[in-house]
Structure formats: structure tokens, C-alpha cells
């Protein structure tokens, strides 16, 4: 069994590289990465059209679609087309995160409350440009620290 | 710095192999004024011209000059769209060969026309609703473009560190790509450099059309267009700051000065400001180059 630590990166198609570095940058506060096939090696070489974000440790390639992608109904903010990203901000941020949108006249759905028990405290749903479902939440258990378990060897 | 302050361009200078021959095309069949002969600054043999709105085409002797290869960069200039017909006519008569294509850029896609002259420079005719220059004559320069090895150093050196804005990009989109699978199929005809095959190094090598990527960035009411090279041409040494083919953007004194302590500051190598003597038709001119060997030059008007 392969023994994966965390998930490393995902890789979503756009509709349009620009419009998509700017969102994920402005909006959500990612840093812009490389592109790829922006420069002579990579055309020779045939790669694919790219640009990547990266939004602390994760990053997000952003492709470009060679063709137009079905696009979810422009009301619907809460979906998985596909994939859903989910990002977790800090519970102080949230309220901040609702602004941005809010100024940039960024649809959302929510804030959605979780079960109290559970993990999760309040999530909003949204889309990308390209109609990628995002969602961005807080959780109850932020100031906690994980650690791998411990396996005892017994027995 | 707030952004470079250009008006337009002020002149461009291209290599041409025999410069009685390429007097009489520019002069006869564009109609443009010409100054004289290794009047202008820095241009060695070379033949001037002043186009009817006031910009000027230098025409530089390289009797070595070999077969340029098609690639994306080019000349443009604007032609009245009444003056189509008679222009069509004229190179009917000197028995040139006139292209018309599909356009990417929304500012081209109205009536255009792309020829080359006896040496290969590719220029295209831009139809623009301005006055005539006269039947079958062209006003002036529109824009010029150039290739670049890497789009991401030409975004930093043009956007970023220069401050200049964009005026179109291709390239960047699914609409880009749809538009090339349709060159791919053989259904739309468009221009040299604006699309590409490339072969995929996954998927058993297929080949795919692609748009080939490029970034217009706006000089004043004039654009530079920067092609993605598909492929690596000999660039001029690291040390050389003047030479052609070369596109100048006119401006004042004080943006020289101000250009030469920004390139200073972010290490690129630059000649002058130049002050030039009182025969030459310009006062004072800057020479650096764009992070794709491009000779660039920022000049002021008498």
C-alpha cells in the first residue's frame, strides 16, 4: 500500500490563465506561481498551457481548457463540477473573506452552519470565472495540533 | 516610476540588403517622403523616410543580410480603408504578392493586408478611417512586433518595470484555442506566428494546433506586439545596445533620464542619453534592449 503524508497539488482547467490568476490572486490572496508554455523551451518541447497559484503550502495549476467546458447554472453556488476545493481560513479571517467577495460582487451561498459536534464551523460556497466550485471554511478544531499516531508495537 | 510616458512610435528601423532597391519600394509603392541618404544617428548606410504623419522608417544596409524566416514580427502601418482599392492595384502592378488573414487582436481584424518587401520584412496594412495620404499611400506607423524567447521576462520588463499597459493578450484562453484547432483544420487562414503545431511529448507525440502566445503592450496611441519565438535565434552580444532591426518610441528629454536610472537600477544594459548633432532629424535618443535581445530606443523629437 502506497503510504501517501497529504495531498500535494490539484490541477483545474479555465477558461481563461488571466482572468484565473487574478482571481485566485486577488480574491482568495494566492501567489502567483510559473507558467508553462510561456516560453520558447516549453513550445519546443510541446507542454501543456498552464499557470499555477499557490495559496500557502498548496498548489493549484491552473490549466487552460483546450475547449469550452460546460458551465454549471450561473445561480448555483454550491456544487462539485466535477471537484470541489475547499480552503480553510482562520475563524477570525472568515468574516474578512465574506467582505472581499462581497466587494468584489463575488456570488456566494452561505455562511452555512455545521453540526456543533462536528469538525467543520461555518462554510461559503462560490465559483471561479471558469465555474469551479470553491468553498472556504473555518473549523472548530483550528488551534488543536496533529500528530500521527502513535503505533504501539505490541502483540 | 508611474508608468513610461511615450506618445507613439517615432521611427523603426529595419535591415534591407540593397538600399537603391529598397528605396524605390518604400518611396514608389508606400509613398513615404524620403530624407536622404546616412542622415539618421547611430544607422550606418542608410536611407530615411518620414511617413506622412511624422514618423520615420530607417532603412539599414546589411549586404550580408540572409533570408529572414517567417516568424511573427513585422511592420505595421495605417492606410485610409477609401484607399484599399487603389493600394491593391498598385501592388498588382509592381506584381506583389498581398495576404489577408484572420486577426486575433480586435484593432486588426477589420481590412488588413500583409506583403513583404524585397527582403523578406514582413509589413501589413492596417485600415484605419483616417484621412487619405494621398491614392494607394499609407499615414503612418501603427505598430510594430517583435519575438521573444520568454513572455514571462517580457511581461516583467514591459509591465512591470517599465509600467506600460497591456493592450491585448492571445494565447491565455479556451477561446485562443478553439479558434486554432479551426487553423488546424484548415478553416481559418491567419497570420505568421500568430499559431503553432506543437508536438506533445505525452500522448505518442500527437501534434496539436495551438495559438502561439503573444502580449501587446501599448506605447502611447502605438502598440508593440511580442510573439513567442518557437524557436531560438542567435541574439546579439550581451554588451550590444544599439543596433536593427529597432523600434523607437518618441518622448521627452526628462523620460530618458529617468529610463537610464531605472534600466541602471535593475541591471540592463543601456547606451546614452545620446545627444545627436543639429543635422540629425532627432534631438536626443536612449538604446537598450527587451529581455528578448530586442533593440528598443527611446527618442526625442527636434
Not at chain 2, 501589413?124 to 499609407?138: D, F, H, I, R, T
Request: charged share 25%; glycine share 8%.
Amino acid at each position: 500500500m502506497a503510504e501517501v503524508e497529504s495531498l500535494s497539488h490539484s490541477g483545474i482547467c479555465v477558461h481563461d490563465l488571466k482572468e484565473a490568476e487574478e482571481f485566485y490572486c486577488q480574491v482568495l490572496g494566492a501567489r502567483q506561481n510559473t507558467r508553462v508554455n510561456f516560453n520558447t523551451d516549453d513550445a519546443m518541447r510541446g507542454r501543456s498551457v498552464h499557470g499555477s497559484v499557490v495559496l500557502e503550502d498548496y498548489l493549484l495549476a491552473l490549466v487552460v481548457a483546450h475547449d469550452y467546458m460546460p458551465m454549471p447554472p450561473e445561480d448555483q453556488h454550491r456544487g462539485a463540477h466535477g471537484i470541489r476545493h475547499a480552503f480553510r481560513v482562520s475563524r477570525a479571517r472568515f468574516g474578512k473573506t465574506l467582505d472581499a467577495l462581497r466587494e468584489r460582487s463575488i456570488p456566494f451561498e452561505g455562511p452555512v452552519d455545521h453540526p456543533e459536534k462536528g469538525p467543520f464551523g461555518q462554510s461559503i460556497y462560490f465559483k471561479d470565472p471558469s465555474g469551479n466550485f470553491l468553498e472556504i471554511l473555518w473549523r472548530r478544531d483550528e488551534g488543536q495540533k496533529y500528530q500521527k499516531p502513535t503505533v504501539l508495537d505490541v502483540g | 516610476m508611474s508608468g513610461l510616458q511615450v506618445d507613439t512610435i517615432n521611427h523603426i528601423s529595419i535591415e534591407v540588403s540593397d538600399l537603391k532597391r529598397s528605396e524605390d519600394f518604400y518611396h514608389h509603392l508606400l509613398g513615404f517622403e524620403p530624407l536622404g541618404r546616412d542622415l539618421w544617428p547611430d544607422s550606418g548606410p542608410s536611407v530615411s523616410f518620414r511617413t506622412v504623419q511624422g514618423q520615420f522608417l530607417i532603412l539599414s544596409e546589411n549586404p550580408s543580410l540572409g533570408s529572414l524566416p517567417e516568424t511573427g514580427a513585422h511592420q505595421a502601418y495605417t492606410t485610409a480603408r477609401s484607399n484599399r482599392d487603389a493600394i491593391a492595384k498598385k501592388f498588382k502592378q509592381w506584381g506583389i504578392e498581398i495576404h489577408s488573414y484572420r486577426e486575433d487582436r480586435p484593432a486588426e481584424s477589420a481590412d488588413n493586408f500583409y506583403f513583404c518587401d524585397p527582403d523578406g520584412n514582413r509589413i501589413q496594412l492596417v485600415a484605419s478611417n483616417g484621412q487619405s495620404a494621398g491614392e494607394g499611400n499609407v499615414q503612418g506607423i501603427d505598430h510594430a512586433a517583435v519575438e521573444v524567447v520568454d513572455l514571462e521576462w517580457a511581461e516583467d520588463f514591459y509591465i512591470n518595470i517599465l509600467g506600460l499597459p497591456v493592450d491585448h493578450r492571445v494565447g491565455w484562453s479556451t477561446a485562443d484555442y478553439a479558434r486554432a484547432k479551426r487553423w488546424g483544420e484548415g478553416k481559418e487562414d491567419m497570420a505568421p506566428g500568430t499559431r503553432r503545431w506543437d508536438q506533445l511529448y505525452t500522448e505518442n507525440r500527437r501534434r496539436v494546433p495551438r495559438a502561439n502566445s503573444q502580449v501587446f503592450i501599448q506605447f502611447g496611441n502605438a502598440v508593440l506586439g511580442l510573439f513567442l519565438a518557437t524557436k531560438h535565434r542567435q541574439e546579439p552580444p550581451e554588451e550590444q545596445a544599439v543596433g536593427s532591426p529597432r523600434v523607437a518610441f518618441r518622448t521627452s528629454r526628462r523620460v530618458l533620464d529617468d529610463v537610464a536610472k531605472l534600466l541602471e537600477e535593475h541591471r540592463k544594459p543601456f547606451q546614452g542619453p545620446v545627444d545627436h548633432p543639429a543635422s540629425a532629424p532627432i534631438e536626443s535618443s536612449l538604446y537598450f534592449k527587451d529581455p528578448g535581445g530586442n533593440f528598443l530606443e527611446l527618442a526625442v523629437p527636434r
